[in-house]
């Protein structure tokens, strides 16, 4: 689920409670140009299979199955017409039509029939001399098809060792249509509309990406589909658009899929050249793609698909360790795997050339097989990426499976059906009760984890931190905690005045007050609910108690909060007092009575120290470019006592206040990082980058020292500390080596204003 939008509210833009209810107000985004272009791309799907499907039931089909031995022969398997059912098991060399002529002999043509014959496309045939021999075979079967249908005489069937038999060549129609072509055309049309929910849910590049790699693999299954149904009757125009269109839609793919895991979940370093560099490869791939002239061309194509997604693990890799995410690692997985498949079923096409049964099987079947498994990939990324309750779907899928399978013995056992018959039957049969059922089961299954009085307080007490620092967060921060609460199938902000919560609409409208807050414009604003429990129920009395308690209780974390915060801010100020006016006397006074100039220099600089700390724990509020000020002089004077250099770099895009905690933080970092590097690096140089832009504080410190392989260090208090700092802070850390020697460590913080205001200050070395 998408987080809360952190957007400021404007109430001037906001509609008032009557046009709300009057329902005068701007459509939801799903009930304006988004869902009508939704309906209109799905009819036009829709429209484009039956199209397919029209299509198909004018071509040609032989009353007759044909499978190839292991030795290449083609032997006649299945015979529609039982007056014929004497032909199965003989084998077929050729078809041939004789055309009558007036006052000449009769012509007759043939056209061979092998193996090469039954492959459905000529794009998963790895040989370039074989591609051309398929496209040969195939335009002289086209030939006596059509000469056979446009002098309207029988076809023969050249048979080995028995005479021709004579075969009436019937349009596919309707029932013709094999049940395999509306599966694929069902999970094509599937796809395809998943891409375009997800692209109009949000236009962003990645979705983008993901719409395209969508579209593209709804586009594959729907050529598997059509050539499952073409026999060997493979149109002329069909086989060139086949091979092209196929491998075009591979390198967008892998185009698509280098913007995707660039992008999502959270953006690479350099990116833009990343997705850049994977598009000009895509292009270059669709280019050498084009017709498939040469044996070099094939293994460019498919390699170069290969080489894509190798990098593209080895980028999600380093992502993965720089930036964890949950998300990264199923990427990582899904991707492994589909590449490695892939890489199979390559090797598999090349090398089956031994037997051509098993090549055209591979490259029939295991070709169609990859290709529904990525489809599904497709289908779950965007569920497995926003949504918490995907496992309740599993296990719902997991029992429908359980019922089809079921289902499947019972119709063998019982009804004797055929294998494929009954598996079709049961799979549909168990898909139309899921469907029907799924929201009845989903609303009574115990696994739904409410929201408890406990995490309805933890989430208060959060929503109140946050709020602290940004008073124009509320109405998202409570739209989301009421989404949670009451499940509502609408919500909106609306201007208007009301004293507590309300019900309208015989409960389907539930109206709340927003709570007023300082340095906030939110006090005539009204939050408002429709629909509770997903439109299951109406809104209560209770609802309504239960919702202005939550605003009270809301208010009493915050007053509790400000007091709180009032304490510790005059508790630090006592603090840093007694610090200057007690320690910092007794240390002026022991400097003077040292008894050598280093002893001397070593109390001066502790009351540096001392001065820096009083002066933090005194100010109300601490900038980043004055904290980046008082950092600098600090570790300036830190270093020059050993006569190391410091090289300081600062990149802001804009200043930011920092709280307690992170001006702390920070602090306590930079000083143990120069400390570390003073006491073991024996260093001459320090360098410190500092960056903050997009929200993301970045901090690195490298020295040119003595020290390496930081992945052996045993961290003790100090540099566990840091560890533990930099937790605090919500960023990683991690050191490495410098180059050309010595150690960098670098901090980066990626979302720095939503650092706990107010989290425990811990105390270290």
């Known amino acids: 689920m998408a987080a809360a939008d952190s957007t400021p509210y404007s109430a001037g833009t906001l509609p008032t409670l009557d046009e709300v209810l009057r329902g005068k107000q701007e ?86 029939i092998d193996v090469l014959a039954l492959h459905r496309s000529s794009y998963w045939i790895s040989s370039p001399q074989a591609r051309a021999r398929f496209t040969t075979l195939h335009e002289a079967i086209n030939r006596v098809s ?86 060997i009757f493979l149109p002329d125009w069909f086989i060139p658009l086949d091979a092209s269109v196929r491998a075009v839609m591979d390198a967008i793919s892998a185009g698509a899929i280098v913007q995707i895991a660039m992008l999502h979940p959270r953006k690479v370093q350099n990116w833009p050249w990343v997705i850049a560099g994977g598009w000009v490869t895509a292009a270059v791939m669709a280019w050498l793609s084009m017709g498939l002239p040469s044996q070099g061309s094939w293994l460019w194509v498919h390699g170069g698909g290969i080489a894509i997604g190798l990098i593209t693990l080895w980028l999600l890799h380093r992502s993965l360790k720089v930036n964890p995410h949950p998300f990264t690692l199923i990427l990582q997985r899904f991707g492994l795997i589909s590449l490695g498949t892939w890489c199979l079923l390559l090797l598999s096409v090349s090398m089956g050339s031994t037997r051509p049964d098993m090549q055209l099987n591979i490259a029939t079947y295991g070709v169609m097989t990859w290709h529904v498994f990525f489809a599904s990939e497709l289908l779950l990324a965007p569920y497995l990426s926003r949504s918490k309750r995907i496992l309740q779907e599993f296990s719902m899928l997991a029992a429908s499976s359980t019922v089809a399978a079921s289902m499947d013995l019972l119709f063998v056992a019982v009804f004797s059906l055929g294998q494929f018959t009954s598996m079709t039957l049961s799979l549909f049969l168990a898909f139309g009760s899921y469907v029907s059922v799924r929201r009845w089961l989903i609303s009574r299954m115990p696994g739904r984890d409410p929201i408890t009085m406990e995490r309805l307080f933890e989430r208060l007490y959060r929503i109140a931190r946050e709020l602290e620092a940004h008073p124009d967060r509320l109405p998202p921060l409570l739209l989301g905690l009421m989404q949670e609460l009451f499940e509502p199938l609408d919500t ?31 006090v005539d604003e009204i939050l408002l609910l429709k629909h509770a429990g997903k439109g299951l129920r109406l809104f209560t009395s209770e609802d309504a108690r239960l919702a202005d308690r939550v605003i009270d209780q809301l208010g009493r974390a915050l007053n509790f909060d400000q007091a709180v ?37 070593y109390i001066r600089h502790t009351l540096q120290d001392l001065k820096t700390l009083t002066r933090g724990l005194a100010a109300q509020s601490h900038t980043l470019n004055e904290a980046a000020g008082e950092w600098k002089r600090d570790l300036s004077q830190r270093l020059s006592s050993v006569h190391c250099e410091l090289v300081w770099q600062m990149a802001i ?33 320090v360098r410190v980058d500092l960056q903050f832009q997009d929200d993301c504080l970045t901090l690195s410190v490298s020295d040119n020292g003595v020290g390496s392989a930081p992945q052996n260090w ?13 937790k605090q802070l919500g960023g990683i850390v991690v050191w490495q080596d410098a180059q050309p020697k010595g150690i960098r460590c670098e901090v980066k913080v990626p979302a720095f204003s939503l650092c706990p205001v107010n989290a425990p200050l811990t105390h270290g070395n």
């Open 27 to 112: 459509l939801p985004k799903w009930m304006g140009w988004r869902l009508r272009l939704l309906v209109v791309a799905v009819l036009t799907g829709c429209a484009a299979v039956f199209l397919a499907a029209h299509w198909l039931t004018s071509q040609p089909r032989l009353p007759l199955t044909l499978k190839p031995t292991a030795n290449g022969q083609v032997r006649i398997q299945t015979v529609d017409n039982p007056a014929l059912q004497r032909l199965e098991g003989h084998l077929v060399e050729a078809i041939r039509v004789t055309i009558p002529a007036v006052d000449e002999e009769p012509v007759t043509l043939a056209a061979a």
């Open 146 to 231: 059509q000469a056979a249908a446009s002098n309207q005489v029988l076809l023969q069937l050249g048979l080995v060792d028995t005479p021709d038999e004579p075969i009436v060549l019937q349009r596919r129609g309707w029932s013709g249509l094999n049940p395999l072509f509306w599966l694929l055309a069902l999970l094509a049309l599937t796809l395809f509309s998943v891409g375009w929910v997800v692209v109009l849910a949000g236009p962003q590049w990645r979705n983008v990406a993901f719409f395209i790699l969508t579209m593209c693999q709804a586009t594959q299954l729907m050529f598997i589909a059509v050539e499952h149904n073409l026999d």
């Open 492 to 522: 909106a902000v609306v201007r208007g005045k009301l004293a507590q919560a309300e019900l309208r609409g015989n409960g389907s409208v539930l109206l709340m007050p927003m709570p007023s807050l300082r340095n906030a414009s939110h």
């Open 565 to 601: 915060e009032q304490g510790r801010s005059e508790e630090r100020l006592r603090i840093a007092q007694d610090l200057h006016d007690d320690i910092g006397a007794r240390l002026l006074t022991l400097m003077y009575q040292a008894p050598n100039s280093g002893i001397e220099e």
């Open 653 to 685: 895009d804009h200043d930011v206040t920092l709280t307690m905690v992170q001006w702390s933080a920070l602090t306590r970092i930079l000083r143990e990082l120069v400390n570390n590097t003073i006491s073991h690096a024996k260093a001459k140089q």
């Open 714 to 726: 045993s961290h003790g208090l100090g540099l566990g500390g840091v560890r533990k700092r930099v």
